[in-house]
DNA sequence: TTCATATGCAACCTCCTGGTTGCACAATAG
DNA sequence: CTATTGTGCAACCAGGAGGTTGCATATGAA
């Protein structure tokens, strides 16, 4: 077994904090959303249609890509903005271990009524 | 097709904000990970061990409880916090619906690199 | 070159969050 | 009854988060 799931299968979990955090804002989540049907967005476009200022979008995106959510690229004078896979799985498999924890719970719970 | 996965898909996963805020602390996951053995255990008893104060730890219980992930039964003096199943996997649905988009658009760019 | 566009940086503001302390109160234990 | 245990409530505090404005700067277009 793996020393971190090991060791009381808490803290790989706890490791995951900060992209649930990142998660835990609807601004976010929506600038997520956009860009999650595949192209690379700049600030500028990402702003559109928002009430918020580019600034404002601008911190939004600072901290998903402090979590590893997302990565900006530099084309010219823009800054394109593009998902990252990897991170979003790791905070998936994560959720995983807890709800499947919970499923044994209910399991053992619901043989122990019957 | 449901009302909330009609409108550009970013609405029903906006809703989990307030789920993934709560998931956003390591003070919080800690928590969830000790509930997730499945005894409903007494606020005391979750402090033990900690750091902080019991009024800390209750303040965490309150927003776990305010995001629907945990509830609190009285029985006589004590307050024994349990978990809550299925706004976990409503979370871990939402997580699913951003990763499957871009697995596709990773299909997509994969088959288009080729 | 000159103008417009896309961004970055910094200062500032307000409000929420995470934490503490002190005290009051209900329920058990002796 | 009295002492102890487990909570709840309120006030208070420091720091961070989310947001704005103003200005500087680089790139692209004409």
Redesign the interface.
């Known amino acids: 077994m793996s020393p971190a799931s090991r060791e009381?299968?808490?803290r790989d979990?706890?490791r995951?904090?900060?992209?649930?955090?990142?998660?835990?804002?609807?601004t976010r989540?929506?600038l997520?959303?956009?860009l999650?049907?595949?192209s690379r967005v700049s600030i500028a476009r990402l702003t559109e249609g928002s009430t918020l200022t580019r600034q404002a979008i601008t911190k939004h995106l600072r901290v998903l890509q402090d979590a590893g959510l997302v990565r900006g690229v530099r084309r010219g004078r823009e800054n394109l903005f593009e998902?990252e896979?990897e991170p979003?799985?790791e905070?998936?498999r994560a959720?995983?271990v807890?709800?499947r924890?919970?499923?044994?719970?209910?399991a053992?719970?619901k043989s122990f009524v019957e």
């Open positions: 009381s299968g808490g979990l706890r995951n904090a900060p992209i649930f955090a990142a998660l835990g804002d609807a989540l929506k997520l959303t956009k999650s049907r595949g998902l896979p979003l799985d905070a998936r959720l995983d807890i709800s924890q919970w499923d044994q719970v209910l053992r719970l």
